[in-house]
């Protein structure tokens, strides 16, 4: 299971994604799934004073100071506007209202909506720093250009990449639907590396993913990844898939689930809970306004166990937060992350985005999500050099007891 979840899909943003989620830190982890907690506001539009405030001639004398004095190169205008931005959001203490930059903010809507434009296969880093080709997926531009498993990415558009991070070279490869891209590959068995020129296609980019679970009877497994547009259908036909299989109980997997849209969370908490709030959201004021279950869930009345970890965050927490308080299911692993705001994101006129925090979650009995998050019911922590994943068998276990005591009272 590690070894899958180190596999990138090259059109995905899944590397560049983990990166704005991860890279500032823990501190602004929140960064990738804040983005669609509510749908995303359209461009800012206000009216632009027609004087500064009375102290704000201090930022250009300091400016012009730099300008005239300073040993060494300044930087370009973009440059220094953004970084005025990052420091006054500095002042604010909120890690989760932040400026994102113009290309991260196109990827993070790529995200959300589940689906952009790729080629269309799995790659990983090999020990010699090489982009390897793990497999092409079905009716993709890369399987229809006859791309392999083992196939070795030496450059892509003339620009070698051996030894690149692995986000930086998922990056060169996507890119707008209907443009081209070519890549130079070195085939094991092939003396000389070869030219490969493809059209940019839409890839869905799946979050769920599942399977029954060797020895257990009726016990189906599900792994969402995050929550975009396409996640709530993705998950039906999981649950449809697994019940045609035999499962009459799920472990859900939210490890690692950065969060993502409000509404997709709404309607996954929905396939497990049949009636009553999912989530609050408590403003400024105090006034909490509740999001409610929506009828139709396929899976309403089977035994629950959810898997969570310091990785499960917003959207992931609402779901969470809802089966544990609604008593469909026990929490398993480890203290979630508590990532209980909520950001509207205001694109700027150059394309990047401003997310500020305008509210808090709250599950159905009245937790704030947010500063310490979801403590589990059975706490379980990870053990980085265990061969088995000790969470998951926990969860088994768990769940394999739930069952048991089920079928007493019946």
Known sequence: MEKALRIILIATLSAFIVLIAFGLGFAARGLAE??????????ATMDIP??????????WEAWKILEREYFGDLPDDQTATYGAIRGLLQTLGDPNTVLVEPNAAEREQEQLQGEFGGIGAYVSVDEQGRIVIVSPIDDT??????????DVIVAVD???????????VVNMIRGPLGTEVTLTIFRPGVDEPFDVTLTRARIPDPTVAWQMVEGQEGMGYIRLSFFSARTPEELRKAIRELQEQGANRFIIDLRNNPGGLLDSAISVASEFIDEGVIVYQQAKDGSRTPFEARKGGLATDVPLVVLVNEGSASASEIVAGAIRDHGRGKLVGTQTFGKGTVQIPFELSDGASLHVTIAHWLTPNGTDLSGDGLTPDVWVDEDPNAQEDTQFLRAIDVLNETTGQQEQQQ
């Open 34 to 43: 804040s983005v669609g907690v509510v749908p995303p506001s359209t461009a």
């Open 50 to 59: 027609a004087e500064a405030p009375s102290n704000f001639h201090i930022f």
């Open 141 to 150: 531009p890369a399987a229809r250009a006859g791309l392999r498993a083992d």
């Open 158 to 168: 003339g620009v070698e990449v051996t030894g690149m991070p692995l986000d930086e």
